[in-house]
């Protein structure tokens, strides 16, 4: 007998997904933060409420979810061996633009209601150049803590 060949994965079945969560993010920022609801955020999409639950828990989880989406699309500073004040300070102003240019954002950083992942990876590009720099973790840490507050 020959080496047998795997067989080809098999097709799911059923109707492919209508929505993933990166959709309703866009709907929930088309709609805006103050007027969201699972209905109109539903109707915005052309799902059921039900259907909607399928993604999310609620209205606030709908505003979590658009608020991450909003994060993922920022451009955060480019460390290029500036001195770690300048990196610093660019950092405070990519933080006030950020947040001042969307007060939904502010107000669920200001509550630590964002994705922990997300914001563990702001927080890693924000601190490896100043780890680089020959600050402690914990230095660095304070350090963009103080600017970023």
Do not use: C
């Not at 709609?31 to 259907?51: I, N, R």
Request: charged residues 20%; hydrophobic residues 40%.
């Amino acid at each position: 007998m020959g080496p047998t060949t795997p067989a080809a994965p098999r097709p799911k079945i059923g109707r492919p997904p209508r929505i993933d969560l990166d959709a309703i993010a866009r709907a929930v920022i088309e709609l805006g933060f103050a007027d969201v609801t699972m209905k109109s955020t539903a109707e915005h999409l052309g799902v059921s409420v039900p259907g909607l639950y399928h993604y999310v828990n609620g209205k606030d989880d709908l505003i979590r979810v658009a608020a991450d989406y909003q994060l993922s699309t920022l451009t955060p500073p480019t460390y290029h061996d500036q001195s770690w004040a300048t990196w610093l300070a660019e950092w405070g102003h990519h933080t006030y633009r950020a947040l001042s240019s969307r007060p939904e954002l502010f107000d669920l950083y200001v509550s630590d209601e964002l994705d922990e992942a997300r914001t563990m990876e702001v927080v890693a590009t924000a601190l490896g150049p100043l780890l680089d720099m020959g600050f402690t973790p914990e230095l660095a840490y304070d350090a963009w803590e103080m600017i970023s507050a």
